[in-house]
């Protein structure tokens, strides 16, 4: 087991609420236990979004179109901190300011590892400059694009298995009238508890 799969990650009811807490790599086998996790999207001056390719070593839908960054928050550990902690980690960026855009509960089994994301899913925006620098590290992240997230909707739509299943969902809060900012890169961006803002999602049969 690697150093990241054994960190732990934070159980949670269906409203986000803690229960307990688990492995990373016990959390992600099948049935899957639901847990807390982040979604970064990194959004330049023009709307547009980066996206990573995940790495082919990847436990979890390996070399598929994602989000700018994902990860866990461990046990009581802040969303922004932990956001900005995989931010450099993933690609080498700069910790930047996190606003909570939505939060997406969603299902979804990885046919290729056997692993399973069932997650609890905080997604956060951050606005860059469209020079921002990046240096992502090719043990996470075996590619980098710029899109246009409307666009990118209906790419998904037309070859879905190019992309992580959860990408489409993100997306979609990303392009919702947008919240007031509840957080800064020192802070939670919401505490724990706060319920998903719809209907869960699921795929993969469950």
Same mark, same amino acid.
């Given at each position: ?7 732990? !990650?934070?159980? /949670? +009811? +269906? *409203? ?7 492995? /990373? ?10 847990? &807390?996790?982040?979604? !970064? ?6 709307? #547009?979004? %980066? %996206? ?7 436990? &979890? ?9 994902? =990860?866990? @928050?461990? @046990? ?7 956001? *900005?902690? &995989? ?7 700069? $910790? ?19 692993? !399973? ?8 925006r951050a606005d860059v400059p469209a020079d921002v ?8 992240v075996s590619e980098l694009r710029w899109t246009d997230?409307? =666009? ?8 879905? #298995? ?7 969902? !993100?997306? #979609?809060?990303?392009?919702? @009238?947008?919240? $007031?900012?509840?957080?800064? $890169?020192?802070?939670? /961006? ?11 999602? &699921?795929?993969? =049969?469950?």
């Amino acid at each position: 087991m690697s150093a990241r799969e054994a960190h732990q !990650v934070e159980l /949670v +009811d +269906d *409203n986000g609420r803690p229960l307990g807490a688990a492995t /990373v790599a016990a959390a992600h086998q099948a049935p899957g236990q639901l847990h &807390r996790a982040f979604s !970064v999207l990194l959004v330049d001056p023009a709307g #547009r979004v %980066l %996206l990573q390719r995940r790495a082919a070593v990847k436990t &979890r839908f390996p070399e598929r179109w994602a989000n700018s960054c994902c =990860g866990h @928050p461990q @046990p009581g550990e802040a969303l922004v901190e932990a956001a *900005n902690r &995989r931010l450099a980690e993933e690609l080498g960026a700069e $910790p930047v300011a996190l606003t909570e855009v939505g939060v997406y509960l969603y299902y979804a089994e990885d046919p290729a590892t056997g692993r !399973v994301e069932f997650e609890y899913d905080h997604v956060l925006r951050a606005d860059v400059p469209a020079d921002v620098t990046v240096r992502p590290d090719p043990d996470e992240v075996s590619e980098l694009r710029w899109t246009d997230p409307a =666009g990118l909707l209906a790419e998904i739509d037309a070859d879905p #298995r190019s992309y992580a299943p959860w990408l489409g969902g !993100v997306v #979609r809060r990303l392009l919702r @009238p947008a919240r $007031p900012a509840t957080g800064d $890169p020192a802070g939670p /961006v919401v505490p724990p508890g706060v319920p998903a803002d719809d209907a869960s999602e &699921r795929s993969g =049969g469950r």
